[in-house]
């Protein structure tokens, strides 16, 4: 069974510093591995989606990062902002399956 | 423009009472899922559907009753409504997971009280 952990559970830093949030997941056998943004009473925004043959992408000031043999993955925020507050999810699509199992997410406030 | 949208975005009933709702994707895309989202903010698929076609159903009680009368649709639709069921539930859809595509895309969620 797969299972996917977030550390940490939440984060707070100030407004300029880069920091990373983990995901690990249980089981490598992944077709891919997605990062999404939610913000309170709000819906899922994707964020970065990392096929599994791919060791990484980037968007603007995030970078993912995936190394399945491992089972790691790592979201890397450069220079965050107020703007950045937000619970992020990882998520992890088997081989085989139809869904995507989900982190519990880390919960990141950035002060001004 | 709205990639995925469920109708509606909050819903507050009695228990016992049947609700259903609503979703639609224009993405093209031929899976669809129904994800519910515990107090304590977590995710958990209910259901998965390709192409029309049931793929998962992740031991949810059989009041829930998805019904996809074609791949851009997949509705909820909730009997005999508990306590319990109070959460948000998001449609979300993707290309057939392996085929490529940008992941998946989840609507705005459905807020649903029970009291």
């Known amino acids: 069974k797969q299972e996917v952990t977030q550390i940490p559970a939440a984060l707070s830093v100030p407004e300029g510093e880069n920091l990373v949030l983990n995901c690990s997941f249980t089981?490598?056998?992944?077709?891919?591995l997605q990062w999404f943004r939610q913000d309170p009473g709000k819906g899922l925004t994707s964020l970065l989606l990392?096929?599994?043959?791919?060791r990484e992408q980037t968007s603007g000031r995030l970078n993912a990062s995936l190394d399945k043999s491992s089972g790691r993955s790592t979201l890397y925020i450069a220079a965050s902002q107020p703007g950045d507050s937000a619970t992020y999810l990882c998520a992890v699509i088997l081989g085989g399956s139809e869904k995507l199992v989900f982190g519990k997410g880390t919960k990141l406030t950035v002060n001004p | 423009d709205t990639a995925v949208s469920q109708t509606p975005k909050y819903l507050v009933t009695q228990m016992g009472n049947d609700k259903s709702i609503k979703c639609e994707q224009n993405l093209g895309h031929d899976t669809m899922y129904w994800y519910k989202q515990d107090s304590k903010k977590f995710l958990k698929i209910m259901f998965s559907y390709n192409n029309k076609e049931l793929i998962i159903n992740e031991t949810v009680p059989n009041r829930f009753s998805p019904k996809s009368p074609d791949k851009a649709h997949l509705n909820l639709h909730i009997n005999s409504l508990e306590l319990g069921d109070s959460a948000v539930y998001f449609c979300?859809?993707?290309?057939?997971?392996?085929?490529?595509?940008?992941?998946?895309?989840f609507g705005q969620g459905t807020r649903l009280t029970v009291v």
């Open positions: 990392i096929q599994s043959s791919q």
């Open positions: 979300a859809s993707s290309y057939t997971p392996g085929q490529g595509g940008l992941g998946a895309f």
């Open positions: 089981d490598s056998a992944i077709y891919n």
